[in-house]
C-alpha cells in the first residue's frame, strides 16, 4: 500500500486489492474467498474486534437460530463436535479461527463516513475517521459493502418515554434477565429475539409481557425430527413453496396449536412465502409459546403511551413496569456513508435488486450478506463477488506484467 501524506491528521492509503467494509461473517466470507484466489483485500471495521454484532450486541444465551450445516462460511466447516445450534461463543469461536486461517487482519476502529466514486480518475475514495478522530483516505478500484442488514438499532417513538422512568433498552444492549431478577417487564416486538429475551427472563425469575403489534408465523424449531428449516429446504426442492408453506402450518398447527388463541395471529401469507417477498422471518419457537400458553408470559396489544412506571396499551389497559425490552429490530446503514445513486436504495439501505441479483452493482460495487437470507445468502454473494472480481485482478495483472516488461526492453534494449 502506498501512503500519502495529506495533512497532520489525514491519510491517503491507495489500496490495490478491494476495500471490505465490515468485519462480520458477511465480510471475513468475502475475504477469504479472495484470498483463496490470490486476491488480496482490506477489511474497514469501525468496532474492535471482528463480529462485532455477536460479541457485542447479542445476549449471552443466543444460539444459532438455524441448524450449523445452514450458517457456515465457505472454505470452512464447523468442527464436527460442535451441537447442532451452536452457542453465541462456539460461533464467534469459529468465526476467530477462519480469520485466523485465511489470515484476515481487518484495521480495526476504523468507521466508513463517506464512500464516493471519483469517475475523474475510476477509483472508490473512502473517508475513515477512527477513535482519534484522525481522517484517512482509502482509495480503491473496488468495493465491497459488508456492513450488514443489522447496523443500527430500531428505537421506535414511544409517547411518554422520558416520563417512564425505569430502564428502557434495545436488546442489543440487553445480556441476561439476570438483571431483571424479580422485576415486571416488558418486551416489545415478538420476533426471534423478543421470543427468546422472554423466555431467558422467565428463566430467571422475572415477569415478563410481549407486546405484539403484528401478525407473526411461529414454528416449531424442529418437526418429524428435523430441523424445520432444513426440511423447509428439502421440500422445497421438489414441491411449490405454497404447497411446503401449507405442510408446515399443518405440522405447527398439530404440535403447537392455534397460536391465534394465545393472542399470535398468522399472516395471510404462509411462512415462505412472506420470508421470500418481505424478509420477514418466521420465529422458531424455542419454550417461549409454553411459557405463553402456561400464563408465565402475558401477551399484549401495542403500547399507547408511557407514564411514570406505567404502560398504557391501545386496549385502554395500563399496566406497571420496572423495565421495557424493545426486540424493535435492526437496519442497514449504508445510505447514512455510502453516495450511490443505483445500487442501493435510499429507503432501507438494501441492494434494489432482488436475492439473487442483489451482489453486484457499478463502477466495481458490491454487496455480501444483504440477501434476507442469513448466512447462507452471505456464502453465495462471497462466492459470486470473488469469481468476477478475480477475473478483472488477474486481466489487470497480465497489463500489469506487460508494461512492466514493456518498461524493462525499453531500458535494456
Ligand atoms: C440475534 C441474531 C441471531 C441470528 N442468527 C442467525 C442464524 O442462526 N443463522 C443465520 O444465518 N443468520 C442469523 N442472523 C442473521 C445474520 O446472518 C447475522 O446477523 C450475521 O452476523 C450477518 O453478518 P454480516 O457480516 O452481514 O453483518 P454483521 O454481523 O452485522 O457485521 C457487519 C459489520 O460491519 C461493521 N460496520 C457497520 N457499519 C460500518 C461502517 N460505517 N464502517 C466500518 N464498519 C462498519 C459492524 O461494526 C459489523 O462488525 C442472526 C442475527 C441476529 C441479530
Avoid at 416520563?163 to 444492549?173: D, R
Avoid at 441476561?176 to 421470543?195: H, I
Avoid at 429446504?233 to 401449507?246: I, Y
Wanted: include cysteine; hydrophobic fraction near 40%; charged fraction near 25%.
Amino acid at each position: 500500500m502506498n501512503n500519502k501524506s495529506l495533512s497532520p491528521r489525514s491519510t491517503c492509503v491507495f489500496v490495490p486489492g478491494p476495500v471490505i467494509v465490515g468485519a462480520g461473517p458477511s465480510g471475513l466470507a468475502a475475504a477469504a474467498c479472495l484470498k483463496e484466489q490470490g486476491v488480496p483485500s482490506l477489511i474497514l471495521e469501525r468496532s474492535n474486534c471482528i463480529a462485532s454484532l455477536w460479541q457485542h450486541k447479542t445476549y449471552d444465551r443466543l444460539h444459532l437460530h438455524l441448524p450449523k450445516q445452514f450458517c457456515e462460511l465457505p472454505l470452512m466447516g464447523f468442527p464436527s463436535d460442535f451441537p447442532t445450534y451452536p452457542t453465541k461463543q462456539q460461533f464467534i469461536g469459529y468465526l476467530e479461527t477462519y480469520a485466523e486461517k485465511f489470515g484476515i487482519k481487518p484495521r480495526f476502529n476504523e468507521t466508513v463516513k463517506l464512500a464516493e466514486f471519483d469517475s475523474k480518475v475510476g477509483f472508490w475514495r473512502l473517508k475513515c475517521v477512527d477513535k482519534a478522530d484522525i481522517v484517512t483516505e482509502f482509495v480503491c478500484k473496488w468495493l465491497i459493502v459488508a456492513t450488514g442488514e443489522n447496523a443500527e438499532a430500531v428505537v421506535p417513538n414511544i409517547e411518554g418515554v422520558e416520563e417512564f422512568g425505569g430502564c428502557i433498552k434495545h436488546t442489543s444492549l440487553y445480556k441476561s434477565g439476570e438483571e431483571f431478577r424479580g422485576k415486571k417487564v416488558l418486551v416489545v416486538g415478538c420476533g426471534n429475539s423478543g421470543m427468546e429475551v422472554c423466555l431467558d427472563l422467565c428463566n430467571n425469575h422475572a415477569t415478563p409481557s410481549l407486546v405484539v403489534r403484528d401478525t407473526v408465523h411461529v414454528l416449531p424449531r424442529e418437526m418429524l425430527g428435523k430441523s424445520t428449516f432444513g426440511l423447509s429446504m428439502w421440500l422445497l426442492k421438489w414441491l411449490p413453496m405454497q404447497l411446503v408453506d401449507r405442510f408446515l402450518l399443518i405440522i405447527s398447527w398439530l404440535m403447537l396449536g392455534d397460536t391465534s388463541r394465545l393472542g399470535l395471529d398468522r399472516p395471510s401469507l404462509g411462512p415462505l412465502q412472506l420470508k421470500n417477498l418481505s424478509g420477514k422471518t418466521p420465529v422458531l419457537d424455542v419454550g417461549t409459546l409454553a411459557k405463553i400458553k402456561g400464563g408465565d408470559i402475558k401477551v399484549r396489544p401495542s403500547i399507547k403511551r408511557l407514564k411514570l412506571h406505567t404502560v398504557e396499551f391501545v386496549d385502554g389497559r395500563k399496566e406497571n413496569f420496572d423495565a421495557i425490552i424493545l426486540a424493535t429490530g435492526y437496519k442497514s446503514n449504508v445510505p447514512n456513508w455510502l453516495q450511490d445513486e443505483s445500487m442501493f436504495s435510499k429507503e432501507d439501505g438494501f441492494p434494489r435488486k432482488p436475492f439473487p441479483n442483489g451482489w453486484k452493482g457499478e463502477n466495481g460495487l458490491y454487496a455480501v450478506g444483504f440477501t434476507k437470507k442469513g448466512l447462507l445468502g452471505t456464502s453465495i454473494d462471497a462466492k459470486r463477488i470473488t469469481q468476477d472480481i478475480e477475473r478483472c485482478w488477474k486481466d489487470e495483472a497480465k497489463h500489469t506484467s506487460a508494461f512492466a516488461r514493456s518498461l524493462l526492453l525499453q531500458s535494456n534494449p
